[in-house]
């Protein structure tokens, strides 16, 4: 798989950061999956710089989405 450049990396996590802070969470988990080279995509964000914040904001978004679907305000 090709590798994405900085800029695209950087697109995709301010795509995700967007979703997220508009409460679109699931939306967010594909956009920071994408980056990491998840299961949606085949991007490689494990740079050193963009690594710890996409994992960061991948590990919260799926909290943040529990605690909506469970009543608490998001």
Same mark, same amino acid.
């Given at each position: ?24 969470y ?15 995509g085949?991007?490689?964000?494990m740079?050193?710089?963009i ?12 909290l943040?989405?529990?605690? @909506?679907?469970?009543?608490?305000? @998001?």
């Open positions: 798989a090709d590798m994405l450049s900085d800029e695209e990396l950087e697109r995709l996590k301010a795509e995700g950061n967007t979703l997220y802070q508009h409460g679109r699931e939306e967010a988990i594909k956009k920071y999956d994408q980056a990491l080279g998840g299961p949606e085949d991007g490689n964000g740079r050193m710089g690594s710890s914040a996409l994992l960061l904001n991948r590990a919260r978004t799926p943040r989405l529990a605690s @909506c679907t469970q009543g608490i305000a @998001c």
